[in-house]
Structures are given as structure tokens and as C-alpha cells.
């Protein structure tokens, strides 16, 4: 199986994007998603102003630029990441949320885990 059979096997379509950002507004909830190549960063961009870029993904400094200038908020992992990787993605995207201070981290999964029992 080549990458793209296996993206397009994995990932979600345009067609179950929408439904997912209709169940969302029903619920209240804030829809956004991580993007992990320019094109899912550019189809995201049509239904949401909000991405996450994985921390295994910080160092594709294509993505992480081009993310910014597609969304008003873009949130960085960095989990996996150097120092350096982190001031370089910063440098070239000015991220304005970066998940990986302990303090924001717990903040932020605090909510995440309140938003999926929201049921």
C-alpha cells in the first residue's frame, strides 16, 4: 500500500469533515483539527480558523509557515520536539499557543477531556 492509499484509507473525508463540524456546532464545540501536510492544512482552512500541528511535525517548517498564514490560531505540540526545532517552527510561524509547558499542557487537556464528555 503506497502513503497516499493509506492517507486516503486513514483520513477522514470532506464529506465526514462536515459532519463532524455540524455535530460539533450542535454540541457547542469549538471544531478544529490537526493538520499533517499542506493540503489537509488547506482543506481544514475552508471549515475552521483554528489548527494543531503535531509535534511530529514541527520540523516541516513548510507546514508549520503555511498553517499560520491559513489560520488565526495555531497551536503547536511539542511533545517530541528539541529546543531548537521549537525556536525554529516560532521564528518562521509566529505561533501564538504552544503545547508543551506543563502548565498550558494540563490547562489545555483539562478542557479537551471536558469537551469529549460532553455528551
Known sequence: MTYLEYKNKIE?????????????????????????????????????????????SITDL??????????????ISTGMSTQEEIETCISISNIIIILGDIKIKVTILDIIISICYLS
Do not use: H, P
Open 62 to 75: 513548510d507546514l508549520c509557515k503555511i498553517s499560520r498564514e491559513l489560520f488565526e490560531t495555531l497551536i
Open 12 to 56: 477522514f473525508n470532506e464529506d465526514q469533515i462536515k459532519e463532524l463540524i455540524e455535530y460539533s456546532k450542535a454540541k457547542g464545540i469549538e471544531f478544529f483539527a490537526s493538520v499533517w501536510d499542506v493540503d489537509s492544512a488547506k482543506l481544514m482552512a475552508k471549515y475552521t480558523n483554528i489548527a494543531k500541528i503535531a509535534s511530529a
